[in-house]
């Protein structure tokens, strides 16, 4: 059984060469020392305004309670876990998430078996707490990593242990779903990210001119590649499809692409 | 600030309504009075909408098009950012259901003047001749009332009017060339040709898409930045808000941005007589027309029918048949993802640049009818990620590893023809949006021949894009492209507007978007909407005030107008065999 109480020592993915832990560090990924920011001249003025907002100005949280703020904070810890990053280049999620269903906004449809967001973020993170005191008897917030990455693959796998009274409201896997899709849609959405993946950015109006063979601008950087690791004990680092569909066909992708 | 193409940019504020880095809109817009009657009031600028109203404005009609969204100006209201461009898509409230839900608003469609093709990828392929007569040939779907011949000329006109790049030669369907040179592939495009060559597959490089390669008088040309579905800053990738829109304002229609058309209403004699909307300020007004035209796209032309529901029609509006809101369909569009050793870095480069429609025609040799089409598709960072959680099942540092490795993927499309099911369809939910209108409910479920050709298709574009030279290959299911939902036939009982699309119910009650197709085939539906959008202008303009006098329908087919082009597109490009034309 696992141990509940204690933090884990380290949770920060490794380098196998060194097996030592990499970071806390300013751009984890494969190409250092490369900042999408420092184009920001080369920008419109519009684009400009509406990246560096994102960068400098961090909505207050006005839909949650501080309780289930605190919560959800600790749930994206793990579902976009940033544990190499140092604290400077940590890239705020749930502030986004909150100004999203404070507004009330986003793609604006619901499937019919889902409630509104809003009323599916609280009923999750409700479902999340009470699987938590099911089987560990204490909040999620207090679980160890260990733990709490347990409770979340139980979700991933549509196979939830506890709050089946929820889980009969709200599908299990749409939930998740909606979660991973919240946090990845702020993370990849700051420079930050764009600097750990390689991804050039903004592009208007001086344009993208190597096309071939995946060179990078000349104001891009090269690749630089060496083995990473999720951590060790991570239960996230593994690749198996989500689980509760009927069927392949049941779970669209959301992007759009052609 | 400076910028190293265009010279010095101007301030956004009180300042020229741009489209596009050069293009501006500089005619005064023409104002219809309160209580003014007009010709007609058109419901959507966007790709039927756009065209239509373009067309009975050139033609000297009183025109006055309403949108739901804004008025784009790219240069105060785009951004070169996908978190950033959400606006573009409609996210009003939807509801999806059925055993294959689709995923809508930023997957689906637009909201504001130039409707979806402000962020399509502009992917501009022709139907095949076939696709006119699925029933007849293959035994499923329906016949359209039309002919590829019909609607031929309609796609020449429109090819140069956007205008479409693509190769001097593209062998399938009906073959023919395009009138602007083709692009330089990106990293996609060459994964595509490698895939496709390695197994004997002919592929299009360069087109059809309809973006310019060049600049061409105040469009500038494609800058290769990759940010097409996020709406083109440039001006280069055609889109009915810079195409067609301008040229509709020049010559005197009026454009209401902002304002929700909530109910067509209807007068005395089956006739309508003008529409409901709520304008800019939230207040419910009426604009009085002795014709109108619904282009909502379609989800919300059949809700705005189903919503407009009223005495003899109280199962919606021209809805005698109870085919308002029905064969709705979706193209399968899942995509196809590769890992490569060597970087390919798939943002640059426009998302559409090539593709092959080999597989596009029924082969007796398969167990299912119909056939797909495989194409380039370039997710953004956020897209690319949705795509790994659907199709790896990825969270947590999964996620963050394989986003590491974003450089090295590359991705195709399928596009695969579903066939119209009559239960797939558009109806009113309980709920309300926010301006108290029932809200559309979706639903969409697979039949057999559709998941034969989807298991088929998908395993194609995959052991492609192994071909390739991919080491890992995966993929995610994804529907995308609705049309469908007010189907135009020639029998009133099954089909909701004829071949004109007008409705079978109502004399002067039209609709001329992607509602009206009967089928899809496998090619991107914009271009077709748009050419249907033209004939059925000949077909107004011709009839004149006929229309609006009368409840007789000639049908009879119009002579093609050649002069309705707006400038410098018709009789340009590249000289090509068209002596069908020469009129
Ligand atoms: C990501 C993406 C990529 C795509 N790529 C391609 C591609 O490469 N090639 C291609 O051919 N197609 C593509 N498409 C599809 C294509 O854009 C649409 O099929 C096409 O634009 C549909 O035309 P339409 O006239 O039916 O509707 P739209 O172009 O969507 O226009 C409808 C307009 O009506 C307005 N409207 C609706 N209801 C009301 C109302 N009640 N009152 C006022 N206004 C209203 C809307 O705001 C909208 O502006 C893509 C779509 C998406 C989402
Ligand atoms: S890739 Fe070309 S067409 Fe697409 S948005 Fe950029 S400049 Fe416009």
């Known amino acids: ?258 | 600030m400076s910028s190293p193409l265009f010279g010095k940019f101007r301030s956004p504020d009180g300042k020229p309504h741009m489209l596009g880095a050069m293009q501006t809109l500089d005619v005064p817009m023409h104002r219809y009075a309160d209580g003014e009657e007009v010709d007609y009031a058109i419901v959507g600028t966007g790709a039927g909408g756009g065209v239509l109203a373009q067309r009975l404005a050139r033609a000297g009609f009183r025109v006055v098009t309403f949108d739901a969204g804004p008025f784009w100006d790219t240069e105060r209201d785009w951004v070169s950012d996908e978190k950033g461009s959400h606006q573009l898509y409609w996210t009003n409230r939807r509801v999806t259901g059925g055993s294959h839900p689709l995923a809508l608003g930023e997957n689906n469609s637009g909201q504001g003047v130039g409707g979806s093709t402000v962020h399509w990828a502009s992917f501009t392929p022709r139907l095949h001749p076939s696709d006119f007569h699925i029933h007849s040939l293959d035994g499923v779907g329906v016949d359209w009332p039309l002919d590829y011949a019909d609607v031929r000329p309609y796609y020449e006109l429109m090819e140069l009017e956007l205008p479409v790049s693509g190769p001097a030669y593209f062998p399938w369907g009906d073959p023919h060339g395009y009138p602007y040179g083709a692009h330089p592939m990106g990293g996609v495009g060459d994964a595509l040709i490698r895939g496709c060559t390695a197994l004997g597959i002919p592929v299009s490089a360069g087109g059809p898409v309809g973006i310019l390669e060049g600049s061409r008088a105040d469009r500038p040309h494609c800058i290769y930045r990759g940010f097409c579905i996020q709406g083109c800053k440039v001006g280069a990738k055609a889109s009915t808000l810079i195409t067609h829109v301008p040229d509709a304002i020049a010559n005197g229609a009026e454009i209401r941005a902002n304002c929700m058309v909530s109910r067509v209403a209807l007068g005395s004699n089956r006739r309508v007589n003008g529409v409901f909307y709520f304008g800019p300020d939230g207040r419910e007004l009426f604009q009085k027309a002795k014709a109108v035209v619904i282009a909502g796209y379609s989800i919300e032309t059949p809700r705005l029918l189903l919503n407009s529901a009223c005495d003899g029609f109280e199962n919606g509006l021209a809805n005698s048949s109870d085919t308002v809101g029905r064969y709705l369909m979706a193209q399968a569009g899942n995509v196809v993802l590769g890992r490569f050793d060597q970087p390919v870095r798939m943002y640059k480069a426009p998302p559409a640049h090539a593709l092959t429609e080999e597989f596009y025609e029924t082969d007796p040799k398969r167990d299912f009818a119909r056939g797909f089409a495989i194409q380039t598709v370039g997710p953004l960072p956020i897209s690319f990620a949705k795509q790994m959680m659907s199709a790896k099942g990825a969270w947590g540092w999964g996620l963050r590893r394989l986003l590491m490795d974003y450089n090295h993927w590359a991705s195709f499309g399928l596009l695969g023809e579903i066939l119209p099911h009559a239960e797939n369809r558009v109806q009113l939910a309980d709920e309300k949006d926010q301006f108290g209108l029932p809200v559309a409910k979706v639903t969409f479920n697979l039949g057999d021949n559709d998941k034969k050709l989807i298991d088929f298709g998908k395993n194609k574009v995959m052991e492609v894009m192994h071909a390739a030279g991919a080491e890992e290959v995966v993929q995610e299911a994804r529907y995308a492209h609705l049309v469908g939902a007010a189907r135009m036939g020639n029998d009133p009982q099954t089909s909701v507007v004829d071949r004109f699309g007008r409705t079978h119910d109502i004399a002067n009650l039209f609709i001329c978007d992607g509602s009206i197709m009967p089928t899809q085939g496998s090619a991107n539906p914009g271009l077709t909407v748009m050419s249907l959008a033209a004939r059925i202008a000949d077909y107004l303009i011709i009839q004149g005030n006929a229309i609006f006098a009368s409840d007789k329908r000639d049908m009879q087919t119009s002579p093609i107008r050649y002069d309705l082009s707006p400038p410098d597109t018709w009789g340009h490009g590249m000289p090509r065999p068209v002596n069908h034309l020469v009129s």
């Open chain 1, 1 to 258: 059984m696992t141990d509940t109480t204690a933090r884990d020592a380290d949770l920060r993915p490794v380098d196998p060469a060194t097996g030592k832990p990499l970071g806390p560090m300013e751009t984890p990924g494969y190409y250092p020392r490369y900042h999408t920011l420092d184009q920001q001249k080369f920008w419109d003025a519009k684009t400009r305004e509406v990246i560096l907002d994102r960068v400098n100005n961090v909505p207050p949280i006005r839909f949650f309670t501080p309780e289930q703020a605190r919560l959800l904070e600790a749930v994206c810890a793990r579902v976009l876990p940033q544990d190499d990053r140092d604290d400077a280049h940590k890239i705020p999620i749930v502030p986004q998430i909150d100004k999203r269903l404070y507004e009330d906004k986003g793609d604006g449809y619901r499937y019919e078996d889902m409630p509104p967001d809003r009323e599916a973020f609280i009923l999750g993170l409700q479902a999340i707490e009470q699987m938590a005191q099911e089987r560990f008897g204490r909040g999620f917030l207090d679980l160890r990593t260990r733990a709490q990455e347990e409770l979340l693959k139980a979700l991933h796998d549509a196979e939830p242990w506890g709050a089946h009274d929820i889980w009969e409201r709200m599908p299990v896997h749409r939930f998740f779903m909606l979660l991973v899709k919240d946090c990845a849609e702020n993370y990849y959405a700051h420079p930050y990210a764009w600097d750990e993946i390689g991804f050039g950015g903004p592009a208007y109006p001086r344009a993208y001119m190597r096309l071939e063979r995946g060179q990078p601008e000349p104001w891009e950087v090269h690749e630089r590649r060496y083995e990473w690791e999720p951590p060790n004990a991570s239960l996230s680092g593994e690749y198996e499809s989500v689980a509760g569909q009927e069927e392949q066909y049941g779970s669209p992708g959301q992007g759009g692409t052609h």
